[in-house]
């Protein structure tokens, strides 16, 4: 079965760094897009990033533009967040997620189960 499984998350003073991942299992990871989405408490979803299958494309909300990198290693089936410069209001569960992307349009049909990241000095 489908499965994907964040870690590395936790506690970061603003401006720090952290790489969150997630590893894959159940399905041909390199077949398929991936996400990262997240949930600000008290917030709704908001897509964070986008990677295409082999990795040569990638894609970013404004607000994380030249902050995080989305990357992906298909021998390991892992997918990566690399957040530098944070800030508080990056604060929020992260989520990876398998992607369909079809004729410009992103759905999500499954999800990890998150991984807190706290931005607070």
């Known amino acids: ?5 964040e870690s590395g998350g936790g506690l970061v ?15 041909t990871f390199s077949s398929y897009y991936m996400s990262w989405v997240r949930q600000a408490p008290g917030k709704g979803l908001e897509w964070v990033s986008l990677i295409n299958s082999d990795g ?4 970013y909300t ?3 533009k030249g902050r995080f990198t989305i990357s ?20 929020a569960l992260y989520y990876c997620a398998r992607t369909q992307a079809v004729a410009g349009t992103e759905s999500y049909d499954y999800w990890g189960q998150g991984i807190q990241v706290t931005v607070s000095s």
Do not use: H, I, W
């Open 62 to 64: 404004d607000s994380v």
């Open 1 to 5: 079965q489908v499965q994907l499984v």
């Open 13 to 27: 003073q603003p401006g720090g760094s952290l790489r969150v991942s997630c590893a894959a299992s159940g399905f």
């Open 56 to 59: 040569s494309s990638t894609y």
């Open 72 to 91: 992906r290693d298909n021998a390991k089936n892992t997918l990566y967040l690399q957040m530098n410069s944070l800030k508080p209001e990056d604060t």
